[in-house]
């Protein structure tokens, strides 16, 4: 059984530039949560989504995006990349919403502003 | 407003010792709690899960607790081993509402050979 996949690996991007990761979700599974660890802030919620909406977001600015497809397949947009964008992205999915499975974790995207 | 806190923030321990982790929560009002392991770069395993309305969950060598009033889990992993070497981190859900974790900053374990 396949786990949590998240592409890409790595990324480097200039600042300013706009980026797209990609998650795709455990068979079966319908929610999508992101998250972004840092050294100095650890792990912190992005946003959730289930069915196709979004669910529940944190405390990010506008930049921060996403979205969720049909197939439960997730991608997050981070447009006008700042040098404390720099992270390591991280995808989690759950086989529902209100359900008490806990979550599974993806390897993560290593997004680098330079 | 949930705050999780992890001591202590590393441990070095022998090989074969048996040894504990903490995590406390300020608001005990949760739905359930989850313990996770997190190498050096990669993303996170989960090791176990406590519904709110467990006191305990055994897998192997590792046994996680809760106690809701008080606030607190407890990670106890017996017979340590280098493979064991690792960050572990709690996570707390605040309710079957939201999905959002909150996350303590993690202990980092060593244990050496």
């Known amino acids: 059984k396949a786990g949590v996949t998240q592409t890409p690996r790595y990324l480097i991007k200039t600042r300013g530039q706009q980026v797209t990761l990609s998650c795709s979700p455990i068979?079966?599974?319908?929610?999508v949560s992101w998250y972004q660890q840092t050294p100095g802030q650890g792990l912190q919620f992005l946003f959730e989504y289930f069915s196709e909406t979004q669910r529940n977001k944190g405390n990010f600015p506008g930049r921060f995006s996403g979205r969720q497809f049909s197939n439960s397949r997730s991608e997050m947009n981070v447009s006008t990349l700042e040098l404390g964008d720099s992270a390591l992205y991280l995808c989690?999915?759950?086989?529902?919403?209100?359900?008490?499975?806990?979550?599974?974790f993806g390897s993560g995207t290593r997004l680098t502003v330079v | 407003k949930q705050e999780v806190t992890q001591i202590p923030a590393a441990l070095s321990v022998p090989e074969g010792e048996n040894l504990v982790l903490n995590c406390s929560f300020t608001d005990s009002a949760i739905y359930n709690l989850q313990w996770f392991r997190q190498d050096p770069g990669k993303g996170l395993t989960s090791l176990l899960l406590i519904q709110s309305s467990q006191r305990e969950q055994t897998s192997g060598r590792l046994n996680a607790s809760l106690d809701k009033s008080s606030g607190r889990s407890t990670l106890y992993i017996a017979a340590s081993q280098p493979g064991d070497s690792a960050t572990y981190l709690c996570a707390v859900r605040g309710s079957s509402n939201t999905g959002k974790l909150i996350f303590g900053q993690g202990t980092t374990l060593q244990v050496k050979p």
């Open positions: 068979s079966g599974h319908r929610s």
């Open positions: 989690a999915s759950s086989l529902g919403y209100r359900d008490d499975y806990g979550y599974t």
